[in-house]
């Protein structure tokens, strides 16, 4: 009975601890909702608030899109969209490939071209293509509007899903890939330096616990992410605080990011320190279109011979929304 008194009082004391270091780190963290792309907006786009995947300065061609629909192994529709799936062997390359846009591609910083799997992401998620964005380098931010073959989703459950694959029903995937595609959902990565805050135990977290501190200051270690439903730049899509974070037990720096996903309470106002749903935004696919290991042997190993899907267009083979 004492041991028993003693490891619960233990559990306690720690768990106060814990929350108390969580509260300390919110009065130094809340969470601002005013779009970040906002500079952009006013100094490159015009003003034009809305941004999609067809307004990018350069465009893919007609010849490659067709390539890229070609090579799906099944088609289907959803409701107004199209969607295909491959083997996740040649699925990876497809993304690199098809998301490759000369004049675009080059100028996006080194550590955010390639294909990176989201390891760990519970929702049935596992490809994330950013290189078909654009860079403003005065705001040290990329704009990724959501297009075809940017994103990937299992089309079955990975035998060592996340949570038991609880979120890889066939209905789960096929919502979340309509949803995405069909609400137009850009990306805004604003980088800037690591705060390099203390780390906390699970379910706590604040940003800036994984990336070191400082880093950042002259490349790219750390970035808010805001998302931006419809394509409009000047609205935040989620309550809650996006970051990636350059881990350094990475094989190479930007070939491991820790995606957190920090939220909390209402009672709690703006104040975002419960971490629930991170997850590491890993490279397997480098910026040369080679494979990135031990990652890649890692995602198709996991994978085993589960397809992955792909937005391919509306209907008649078009992006547009």
Same mark, same amino acid.
């Given at each position: 009975?004492?041991?028993?008194?003693?490891?619960?009082?233990?559990?306690?004391?720690?768990?106060?601890?814990?929350?108390?270091?969580?509260?300390?780190?919110?009065?130094?963290?809340?969470?601002?909702?005013?779009?970040?792309?906002?500079?952009?907006?006013?100094?490159?786009?015009?003003?034009?608030?809305?941004?999609?995947?067809?307004?990018?300065?350069?465009?893919?061609?007609?010849?490659?899109?067709?390539?890229?629909?070609?090579?799906?192994?099944?088609?289907?529709?959803?409701?107004?969209?199209?969607?295909?799936?491959?083997?996740?062997?040649?699925?990876?390359?497809?993304?690199?490939?098809?998301?490759?846009?000369?004049?675009?591609?080059?100028?996006? @910083?080194?550590?955010?071209?390639?294909?990176?799997?989201?390891?760990?992401?519970?929702?049935?998620? *596992?490809?994330? &293509?950013?290189?078909?964005?654009?860079?403003? *380098?005065?705001?040290?931010?990329?704009?990724?509007?959501?297009?075809?073959?940017?994103?990937?989703?299992?089309?079955?459950?990975?035998?060592?899903? @996340?949570?038991?694959?609880?979120?890889?029903?066939?209905?789960?995937?096929?919502?979340?890939?309509?949803?995405?595609?069909?609400?137009?959902?850009?990306?805004?990565?604003?980088?800037?330096?690591?705060?390099?805050?203390?780390?906390?135990?699970?379910?706590?977290?604040?940003?800036?616990?994984?990336?070191?501190?400082?880093?950042?200051?002259?490349?790219?270690?750390?970035?808010?992410?805001?998302?931006?439903?419809?394509?409009?730049?000047?609205?935040?899509?989620?309550?809650? *605080?996006?970051?990636?974070?350059?881990? @350094?037990?990475?094989? *190479?720096?930007?070939?491991?990011?820790?995606?957190?996903?920090?939220?909390? @309470?209402?009672?709690?106002?703006?104040?975002?320190?419960?971490? &629930?749903?991170?997850?590491?935004?890993?490279? &397997?696919?480098?910026?040369?279109?080679?494979?990135?290991?031990?990652?890649?042997?890692?995602?198709?190993?996991?994978?085993?011979?589960?397809?992955? &899907?792909?937005?391919?267009?509306?209907?008649?083979?078009?992006?547009?929304?």
């Amino acid at each position: 009975l004492h041991c028993v008194c003693t490891c619960f009082a233990s559990l306690v004391a720690g768990l106060l601890v814990s929350t108390l270091g969580a509260f300390l780190a919110c009065r130094y963290h809340v969470v601002p909702r005013v779009s970040q792309a906002l500079p952009v907006v006013d100094q490159h786009l015009g003003g034009n608030r809305y941004y999609y995947w067809y307004n990018l300065p350069q465009q893919r061609s007609e010849g490659l899109l067709d390539s890229c629909r070609g090579a799906m192994t099944n088609t289907f529709p959803i409701n107004n969209l199209q969607f295909g799936s491959a083997p996740a062997v040649d699925a990876v390359h497809l993304a690199y490939n098809c998301t490759k846009v000369p004049g675009l591609f080059e100028k996006v @910083p080194e550590v955010l071209r390639g294909v990176f799997w989201m390891k760990g992401n519970a929702i049935g998620e *596992e490809l994330a &293509i950013l290189q078909n964005g654009q860079w403003f *380098e005065d705001e040290r931010t990329l704009i990724t509007p959501f297009a075809p073959f940017m994103w990937a989703w299992a089309g079955g459950k990975p035998h060592e899903a @996340p949570y038991w694959g609880t979120f890889y029903g066939e209905e789960d995937i096929h919502t979340a890939a309509y949803s995405m595609s069909a609400l137009g959902v850009g990306y805004s990565f604003t980088f800037r330096e690591c705060p390099g805050r203390p780390w906390l135990p699970f379910p706590f977290g604040v940003p800036g616990s994984y990336c070191e501190k400082g880093a950042g200051a002259t490349d790219l270690r750390y970035a808010s992410l805001q998302s931006h439903v419809m394509g409009d730049l000047s609205a935040i899509s989620q309550e809650d *605080e996006y970051t990636i974070e350059d881990m @350094p037990s990475g094989v *190479e720096p930007g070939s491991k990011w820790y995606r957190g996903i920090f939220g909390g @309470p209402s009672w709690m106002g703006r104040c975002r320190c419960i971490s &629930i749903g991170s997850y590491e935004l890993t490279k &397997i696919i480098d910026g040369d279109g080679r494979p990135l290991e031990p990652y890649y042997s890692e995602f198709l190993h996991y994978m085993g011979s589960v397809p992955l &899907i792909f937005w391919t267009g509306d209907a008649n083979g078009r992006g547009e929304l």
